[in-house]
């Protein structure tokens, strides 16, 4: 059973950073893409970033320059460093895998972690 636990969510203030960590169980995280999505209460889950199996980083305008997807195909992981933290960037944080190049849409996900970002 394919499993994506993310971690490193947690309070940060403005400006400072934060990185997020997803240990990926039974998929080999280089096989396929992995991404990072958000969603704040109330708005819809939004993509923040995304790597190739070939190691090609996309990011969101929204976090462009402020993010890095990193992935590491020994430890079987991927991470999301957030640096310049804005008040936007609260919500949940989750993890993706295996994308479907034809749809875009991810099969396997994590249950999310959380960062609260204040002022």
């Known amino acids: 059973e394919v499993q994506l636990v993310e971690s490193g969510g947690g309070s940060a203030q403005e400006g400072e950073s934060l990185t997020l960590s997803c240990a990926v169980s039974e998929f080999a995280v280089y096989s396929n893409s992995m991404g990072w999505f958000r969603q704040a209460p109330g708005n819809e889950r939004e993509w923040v970033a995304r790597i190739s199996p070939y190691g090609n980083l996309y990011y969101a305008d929204s976090v462009q320059g402020r993010a890095t997807m990193s992935r590491d195909n020994h430890k079987n992981t991927v991470s999301l460093q957030m640096d310049s933290l804005k008040l936007e960037d609260s919500g949940t944080y989750y993890c993706?895998?295996?994308?479907?190049?034809?749809?875009?849409?991810?099969?396997?996900w994590g249950k999310g972690t959380q960062v609260t970002v204040s002022s």
């Open positions: 993706a895998a295996d994308r479907d190049p034809l749809s875009g849409t991810f099969k396997y």
